[in-house]
T-cell receptor
């Protein structure tokens, strides 16, 4: 398997623009997670899905952020409008159906810079 | 609420020396514990995990960790560090319920002297 795939790997945009980050989970994994990593706040869970349904979005910072999972093989994280403080590395991770101790597999991340 | 503390922001060791990275957690019951490694520009890779059984857990790349309930610790160790081990290491705790939330520590950056 190719692992979790994220695109783009790097994104530079201007404040106010819409940004869409994409993720393809590992085939057969029923759970998908979006994380944000910054120097100030470390790794934070933004939202996660089970079988394409959002389960917990309590980590989404504000209404400018939205995430969708239209099918089992694709998810997006959208920021509209983007702001400089959104600059971070965004990771997608996936995990198989839960049994105790199952691992999350991380993608390489998307490094976002908002000018 | 669960939390994870990694008290060392940076650690520098010489190649061939032993390594111990500290991790303390706060959780009301026995947690699931993980160590991940992040190389520059890369995603996180799982080194090892603990959720029950033997408190000494072996992982990949020669790493091991020991769960000590009395100290609420899950320290990562390696007997002989290689230059390729230079990376950032994250300890994480997950809840023992149906939630899949991982709570990460702030990370420890390992530098290896030649």
């Amino acid at each position: 398997d190719a692992g979790v795939i994220q695109s783009p790997r790097h994104e530079v945009t201007e404040m106010g623009q819409e940004v869409t980050l994409r993720c393809k989970p590992i085939s057969g994994h029923d759970y998908l997670f979006w994380y944000r990593q910054t120097m100030m706040r470390g790794l934070e869970l933004l939202i996660y899905f089970n079988n394409n349904v959002p389960i917990d979005d309590s980590g989404m910072p504000e209404d400018r952020f939205s995430a969708k999972m239209p099918n089992a093989s694709f998810s997006t994280l959208k920021i509209q409008p983007s702001e400089p403080r959104d600059s971070a590395v965004y990771f997608c991770a996936s995990s198989p159906y839960p049994t105790f101790g199952e691992t999350q597999y991380f993608g390489p991340g998307t490094r976002l810079l908002v000018l | 609420a669960q939390s994870v503390t990694q008290p060392d922001i940076h650690i520098t060791v010489s190649e061939g020396a032993s390594l111990e990275l500290r991790c303390n957690y706060s959780y009301g019951a026995t947690p699931y514990l993980f160590w991940y490694v992040q190389s520059p520009g890369q995603g996180l890779q799982l080194l090892l995990k603990y959720f029950s059984g033997d408190t000494l857990v072996q992982g990949i790349k020669g790493f091991e960790a020991e769960f000590k309930r009395s100290q609420s610790s899950f320290n990562l160790r390696k007997p002989s560090v290689h230059w390729s081990d230079a990376a950032e290491y994250f300890c994480a705790v997950a809840r023992m319920d149906s939630s899949y939330k991982l709570i990460f520590g702030s990370g420890t950056r390992l530098l290896v002297r030649p």
